[in-house]
């Protein structure tokens, strides 16, 4: 891959804006190898995954976001080149693991020289984030395992948990700026956005991405797309010139913060209005997944592709948001196991084996939804059949190949690994890293799309919970 220096680094983020770029060089970490980049006078930036920006106050530095546990010693090691002022204060902009793991080094160095620890501040709800994820550690595992196609990863229960929380706003004064927290529900109940007017700069969080907003997240806790836009809205009317995401490149030019949190609030509304027509008609969940119509002129900003999330799961999560878990087919109310309606579809149709080569037969034919359907039923009746597993792993195989999220594709490949292992006689964990990107997934080189020298998922990345 190309090496890049850090001053190349606002040419590029120009290009990308423009479309004229990927974020590839952005998320490989190609720009954050030689220290922090100064985006503006007295603002640094760590360009990464996700993403951290440092604040010099003149009197002590003011970190937002502190990154993961890869980012955590380099970090440091940027910070302290940065500045030899000592970090101060450290904002959460919510509690998702891949913003809060880079804090420690910063600890430990304020305990070997005698002086406080940073303060951490975040929303009082990341407190009570930290104690589900202590909580509910071996299911993070498990869906984390299967989003990012790490057979290994263990979630993490221990973590560094705010010394201050505050529940609407705050104002935080350090030196000769101010740091204007505000609440607010998007991807995570827990969000805080941060404006420093003095220099007009803000930090979104994960309340812009560079993505379709995480909004719809089909294995996580509940969002809120429709707060998500007010906040955006909100934001709109700061002024701001120069926007620091958490994941994805810097905006820089008050016409074009505007124009993205425009398009990414108008995004939002245009799916929260037509999923709440479409419930108060009555339809069913089916009838509003299918017929709600997606913005596409929206979803070609460079800023909005649906490279981690997409549109349908965020109609999906309205759904569970304002109608509960029911989705209006009786069937589904009080059902029989799954295995057992699978075993009855099956000897309906004359077998295991015909329902699977059926599910072959509507792939070719560039049906894989329908394709889905029959290969799952199958493999649900006959578990150990070969010939089935055969095909359902060809099945979802094809369905992660041709698939834009990390998420739809993170659940069908593994989907595929499973049934390659019962065909095989070896284990998922063999099955998961047969292939190069495999095992560079299983080596927790988790990504956002498709992240290589040919193609670039434009969007965030990390682990979310």
């Known amino acids: 891959m190309t090496e890049h220096k850090p001053t190349d680094y606002l040419s590029y983020i120009d290009r990308v804006w423009q479309g004229e770029d990927t974020l590839l060089a952005h998320l490989s970490g190609a720009y954050s ?57 450290v904002v959460y902009t919510h509690g998702h693991v891949d913003h809060v793991f880079g804090v420690a080094p910063f600890d430990a160095q304020a305990d070997s020289e005698g002086r406080p620890r940073p303060e951490v501040i975040a929303h ?62 998007g991807e995570t109940d827990d969000s805080t956005y941060v404006w420093v007017p003095e220099l007009k700069t803000l930090c979104t969080g994960d309340l812009f991405i560079w993505n379709t907003p995480n909004a719809g997240n089909p294995q996580k806790v509940q969002r809120y797309p429709e707060d998500w836009a007010r906040a955006l809205r909100a934001m709109q009317e700061l002024g701001a010139e120069l926007l620091l995401p958490g994941h994805g490149v810097p905006i820089v030019g008050r016409e074009r913060v505007y124009r993205a949190l425009d398009d990414t609030a108008r995004f939002l509304e245009s799916l929260c209005e037509q999923t709440r027509t479409l419930m108060n008609a009555g339809h069913r969940l089916d009838a509003v997944l299918h017929g709600v119509q997606v913005p596409q002129e929206l979803l070609r900003k460079p800023y909005l592709h649906p490279a981690y999330d997409e549109p349908e799961f965020v109609v999906r999560n309205l759904w569970r948001l304002w109608g509960g878990w029911y989705d209006q087919n009786p069937a589904h109310l009080k059902p029989a196991p799954d295995a057992a309606v699978a075993a009855e579809f099956a000897n309906a149709a004359g077998g295991a084996a015909v329902l699977a080569r059926r599910a072959l037969k509507l792939l070719e034919e560039g049906e894989p939804r329908l394709a889905s359907h029959l290969a799952e039923t199958a493999a649900l009746a006959a578990p150990a059949d070969v010939e089935v597993a055969r095909i359902r792993a060809r099945v979802y195989g094809r369905r992660a190949a041709g698939e834009t999220s990390t998420m739809a594709r993170g659940v069908f490949n593994w989907a595929a690994a499973e049934s390659a292992a019962v065909a095989e006689g070896t284990d998922l964990e063999t099955e998961l890293t047969r292939s190069t990107d495999g095992r560079k997934r299983a080596a927790g080189m988790i990504s956002v799309g498709v992240v290589d020298e040919d193609e670039c998922g434009c969007g965030a990345s990390g682990e979310d919970g």
Do not use: C
């Not at 009082?124 to 509910?136: G, H, N, P, Q």
């Not at 263990?154 to 609407?168: E, H, I, K, N, V």
């Open 33 to 89: 190898g030689a220290g922090l980049v100064p985006v503006r006078e007295r603002v640094g930036f760590l360009p990464a995954f996700a993403n951290v920006a440092v604040f010099d106050t003149g009197d002590g530095l003011v970190l937002v976001d502190s990154g993961d546990l890869r980012t955590a010693a380099p970090l440091h090691a940027a910070v302290r080149a940065f500045s030899e002022q000592p970090v101060s204060t």
């Open 124 to 185: 009082e709800a990341v407190t009570a984030r930290f104690d589900r994820y202590v909580s509910t550690a071996g299911y993070n595992t498990w869906i984390n395992r299967r989003q990012f196609g790490v057979p290994s990863l263990d979630w993490p229960s221990t973590y560094r948990y705010p010394d201050t929380t505050y529940r609407d706003r705050m104002t935080v004064e350090r030196g000769d700026l101010t740091f204007e927290l505000v609440h607010a529900k």
